[in-house]
């Protein structure tokens, strides 16, 4: 865990987004009992690569209008 933190934090100061995807459910709840989750952001972790893909493309659509 520290060091998915450690890295979560030197690519924000790179503006690099770190984005979870194929999480199963069971590690997702593990992951809310800690501070990774909130730290990273739920928004931030999909159930499915194309969910995590296309919420790229929507947000760098939405950031280029």
């Known amino acids: ?3 998915l933190l450690d890295l979560h934090a030197d ?3 790179e503006k690099i987004q770190l984005l979870f995807a ?3 459910s069971h590690v997702e709840e593990s992951l809310r009992k800690t501070e990774f ?3 990273v952001g ?3 972790i ?3 690569i194309n969910l995590a893909l296309k919420a790229i493309n ?3 659509t ?3 209008q």
Do not use: T
Request: glycine share 8%; hydrophobic share 25%; net charge negative.
């Open 37 to 39: 989750y909130e730290f």
């Open 1 to 3: 865990l520290p060091i």
């Open 42 to 44: 739920g928004a931030n």
């Open 22 to 24: 194929g999480i199963r």
């Open 58 to 60: 929507d947000r760098e």
């Open 11 to 13: 690519l924000k100061e």
């Open 46 to 48: 999909y159930p499915e």
């Open 62 to 64: 939405k950031h280029s």
